[in-house]
């Protein structure tokens, strides 16, 4: 009667520091005004559908391209990384589960005996089921923790999958690029040894001096100089789509096309606020913020008393057919209250506090940087756009300067060093095009990867999952 009452007792007094422990309510926000729309007054060029919705890389419509990403999304040892990862996760999510559910153990022995009047053997055997109640819901807190750390490292593997898939696309548009800037010096180098050709045969004839034939040789050297670069770059481009790819650099890897293909069409970009859906590093990091919150509630909880129930069966004999029949079946229910523990479980309450409020600056620091990213790619795809039409204006006009200093030296009006310098602009600007056009696509696909691609992203994963499944 005395043990009844001590217990009434204790669950009176403690029960009501249950609910001392109340979760946060934190803006997924962040206290950042997302409902506005994009500071940068980029062209507006709508589509379908925004990009995160879909494969972007398709509109290239290139099918060495879309088998380069399949392939990678499947067998990138990056992706394969985080999805060991996520099976670790999934993993702690079941062992945390367990806490749940009674433990149970049962162990049979033999006993062997040598000398008079005994036995030859007896057999033991014994069984232990233990439970904790859960009363203040620290288990519980513990396995949502776990599931939603789970659940960001899903969110992790998908915005992995946007990243590679844009760094693989780039790296195409490098090769298409160099492709074409190698056959543009080539072309230049033909033209420098045609001009070098022609005032070598000027200078026999007494209608060109010396120096000019050697300024002519000194600018076909520096044109020829631009192409081991240029190759060099081209195979580094093509090692890295290898390893992107999850393959060793080799001369398998076949690209068919030549050409740098149109930029993309600018994409319509929505608000702010819709990058909390589409972006899976945002998802990730806050799904990592209610995680914290939910470990710092476990924490807490952990200070409070714990109710185990045990029971214990035990049963001997001679022979095993008699085991059952004579036995001990104990039942036993405690409380382990903490009294004094240093402030060990409160210090660890106040880091688990610690640390979801750094993860919330965290979260915080991601989305300001998610909404930047996009405003800063806006911006520079309307610039370069203007840039690139601007540089066009220039290599028409630096043309018209080249087609009159040639015609001006041929009536003997100017030297050849004028006819050298309108070469070398018109040369150089289109060298120039060329790296800006690559610049133009790239910026595009920038901006595709900064607004996300939650959806598509998962369900490319989904199916990877289900086929890896069946293997």
Same mark, same amino acid.
């Given at each position: ?14 029960? +009501?520091? #249950? ?20 500071? #940068? ?9 925004? +990009? ?7 509109? *290239? =419509? =290139? ?34 589960? $367990? ?20 036995? #030859? ?9 233990? *439970? ?25 593997? *998908? ?35 045609? &001009? ?31 192409? +081991? ?34 930029? &993309? ?5 929505? &608000? ?6 589409? !972006? +899976? ?11 914290? =919150? ?13 109710? =185990?129930? #045990? ?5 001997? $004999? ?14 036993? $229910? ?38 930047n990213e996009v405003e800063n790619a806006l911006t520079r795809n309307n610039f370069q756009d203007k840039k690139l039409k601007a540089l066009e204006e220039q290599? &028409? ?37 060329? !790296? ?36």
């Open positions: 009667m005395h043990f009844r009452i001590t217990y009434i007792a204790i669950i009176l007094l403690i029960a +009501p520091l #249950s609910g001392c422990m109340e979760m946060l309510s934190r803006d997924m926000n962040a206290g950042v005004d997302l409902s506005h729309e994009y500071v #940068s007054n980029a062209q507006k060029q709508q589509s379908n559908q925004p +990009p995160q919705m879909q494969k972007w890389w398709l509109a *290239y =419509d =290139d099918a060495d391209l879309n088998n380069l990403i399949t392939h990678a999304l499947s067998n990138s040892p990056s992706l394969g990384q985080i999805r060991a990862r996520l099976k670790q996760t999934q993993a702690i999510s079941v062992q945390s589960g $367990a806490s749940l559910l009674p433990a149970l153990e049962t162990s049979v022995t033999r006993n062997g005996y040598d000398g008079n009047n005994t036995p #030859s053997a007896s057999f033991d055997l014994s069984g232990a089921a233990g *439970y904790e109640l859960d009363l203040w819901g620290k288990n519980k807190a513990t396995i949502k923790s776990n599931k939603l750390q789970e659940q960001a490292t899903l969110e992790d593997l *998908y915005a992995a999958s946007i990243t590679l898939s844009a760094a693989i696309v780039e790296n195409w548009l490098d090769i298409m690029s160099l492709i074409e800037q190698e056959e543009l010096i080539k072309q230049q180098i033909k033209v420098n040894l045609y &001009l070098l050709e022609l005032q070598q045969s000027r200078y026999e004839n007494g209608a060109a001096s010396a120096l000019a034939v050697l300024q002519q040789e000194e600018n076909l050297a520096r044109i020829k100089s631009l192409l +081991p670069d240029i190759l060099s770059a081209q195979q580094i481009a093509t090692n890295n789509i290898s390893l992107l790819i999850g393959n060793t650099p080799s001369n398998t890897l076949k690209i068919k096309t030549r050409m740098l293909p149109k930029p &993309l069409n600018i994409p319509d970009r929505g &608000l702010p606020s819709q990058l909390l859906e589409n !972006r +899976p590093d945002i998802t990730a990091a806050w799904l990592r913020v209610l995680s914290a =919150d939910w470990a710092e509630k476990a924490a807490f909880n952990n200070r409070l008393p714990r109710f =185990d129930i #045990s029971v214990i069966y035990s049963t001997s $004999a001679s022979k095993i057919s008699s085991l059952f029949d004579t036995w001990l079946l104990n039942m036993v $229910a405690g409380i382990a209250s903490p009294i004094f523990d240093g402030n060990k479980r409160k210090a660890e309450q106040i880091r688990q506090k610690a640390i979801a409020d750094e993860r919330f600056q965290a979260y915080r620091a991601i989305v300001l940087s998610a909404v290599l &028409l006009a630096s043309k018209k300067t080249l087609e009159q200093a040639r015609f001006s030296y041929a009536n003997g009006n100017t030297s050849y060093i004028n006819i050298l310098t309108s070469i070398n602009n018109v040369q150089t600007l289109e060298q120039q095009i060329a !790296r800006e056009k690559l610049l133009q696509a790239k910026e595009r696909v920038r901006l595709c990867r900064a607004l996300g691609g939650r959806s598509w992203a998962k369900k490319i994963n989904n199916n990877i999952t289900r086929q890896k499944g069946r293997k």
